[in-house]
Nanobody, 122 residues
Framework: QVQLQESGGGSVQSGGSRRLSCVVS????????LGWFRQAPGQEREGVAF???????TYAESVKSRFTISKDNYKGLLYLQMNSLKPEDTAMYFC????????????????WGQGTQVTVSS
C-alpha cells in the first residue's frame, strides 16, 4: 500500500527552524521525483522543493538558501529542513512522489500525502 505521511509541522517563531519528515513507502516501482508542496489559505498550491532520481535538487525562489530537501533511503524518509522561517512560509505542507517527472501535472503517476501544518508567527 502506497504511503506518504508527513510529520513535523507545528508553530514556530519567525527566524526559527523546523524539519518536516515524510514516510515514503509501498511503491512497487521507482519514483522519479520526490518533492514538497505547500498551500496557504486562499492560495494555490505551490512547489517548494524537489529531488529527482539523479540527485538534482530544485527550489522555489522564495525558499532558496533557507530550505533543504533530502532523503534517507534506508529509513524511507523524505525531509524538508526549513531555516530562517518567515510568516509568509505559513501553509499546509505536502510531500509528493512522481513516477515520471517533477512536473506533477495531472494525476497519473503522482501521489500525495495528507499534509502537515506549519505556522510561523512574527
Amino acid at each position: 500500500q502506497v504511503q506518504l505521511q508527513e510529520s513535523g509541522g507545528g508553530s514556530v517563531q519567525s527566524g526559527g527552524s523546523r524539519r518536516l519528515s515524510c514516510v515514503v513507502s509501498g511503491f512497487t516501482y521507482p519514483m522519479y521525483c520526490l518533492g514538497w508542496f505547500r498551500q496557504a489559505p486562499g492560495q494555490e498550491r505551490e512547489g517548494v522543493a524537489f529531488l529527482d532520481a539523479e540527485g538534482v535538487t530544485t527550489y522555489a525562489e522564495s525558499v532558496k538558501s533557507r530550505f533543504t530537501i533530502s532523503k534517507d533511503n534506508y529509513k524511507g524518509l523524505l525531509y524538508l529542513q526549513m531555516n530562517s522561517l518567515k510568516p509568509e512560509d505559513t501553509a499546509m505542507y505536502f510531500c509528493a512522489a512522481g513516477r515520471y517527472s517533477c512536473g506533477f501535472r495531472g494525476s497519473a503517476g503522482n501521489y500525495w500525502g495528507q499534509g502537515t501544518q506549519v505556522t510561523v508567527s512574527s
